[in-house]
């Protein structure tokens, strides 16, 4: 299994451009998360997903979107990306039934915004 | 509204040390605790998953201890080595069926050989 990958693994954007972050898992999870990493503010909840076609708002969703068409992948959108935007996004995905939901995460994706 | 803190930011200790690495977190009505490593640019490593009815988990020389009562966890590293120099987060998971997790800052481990 290889487990969550995030695609790209790292992007440099200007202001006003857009992209698409891409996680996939191949653990049959139900549930999937985005969340920033900014160096003094620790991880923060983006978006998630508790299920194929549903997304619900985290704690910092502003300038993001986000979807979930297919159970294994969970798509982060910028729509016009901004420098508070520069940051590293990871993925995780859990399985409710299994081991006390732990959280499996993704390698990163470290996007900067100029 | 959840808070985690981790205390302290960094730590440096020399090599064969034992040491502990604390968290608290503010509402005590938590589904389960997890302590995570991460190496400089990577991603987050799981370590050690406490239910919120059990009081530790052992995994190799890592303890975790769990009291909810009193809103704390410890993470417990023996015979401290170079190769466990990383950064340690605790994240918490609400009792709503979210799954969402509450990170802590994280303590920066450096053991010098």
């Known amino acids: ?114 | 509204k959840q808070e985690v803190t981790q205390i302290p930011a960094a730590l440096s200790v020399p090599e064969g040390e034992n040491l502990v690495l604390n968290c608290s977190f503010t509402d005590s009505a938590i589904y389960n605790l997890q302590w995570f490593r991460q190496d400089p640019g990577k991603g987050l490593t799981s370590l050690l998953l406490i239910q919120s009815s059990q009081r530790e988990q052992t995994s190799g020389r890592l303890n975790a201890s769990l009291d909810k009562s009193s809103g704390r966890s410890t993470l417990y590293i023996a015979a401290s080595q170079p190769g466990d120099s990383a950064t340690y987060l605790c994240a918490v998971r609400g009792s709503s069926n979210t799954g969402k997790l509450i990170f802590g800052q994280g303590t920066t481990l450096q053991v010098k050989p």
């Open chain 1, 1 to 114: 299994n290889a487990g969550v990958t995030q695609t790209p693994k790292f992007r440099v954007l200007k202001t006003g451009q857009s992209m698409t972050l891409l996680c996939a898992q191949d653990m049959n999870h139900e549930y999937m998360y985005w969340y920033r990493q900014d160096p003094g503010m620790g991880l923060r909840l983006i978006h998630y997903s508790v299920g194929e076609g549903t997304t619900a708002k985290g704690e910092v969703p502003d300038g993001y979107n986000v979807s979930r068409l297919k159970k294994q992948n969970f798509l982060l959108g910028l729509e016009s990306a901004a420098p508070s935007q520069t940051s590293v996004y990871f993925c995780a995905s859990t399985n409710t039934s299994l081991r006390g939901n732990e959280q499996y995460f993704g390698p990163g994706t470290r996007l900067t915004v100029t």
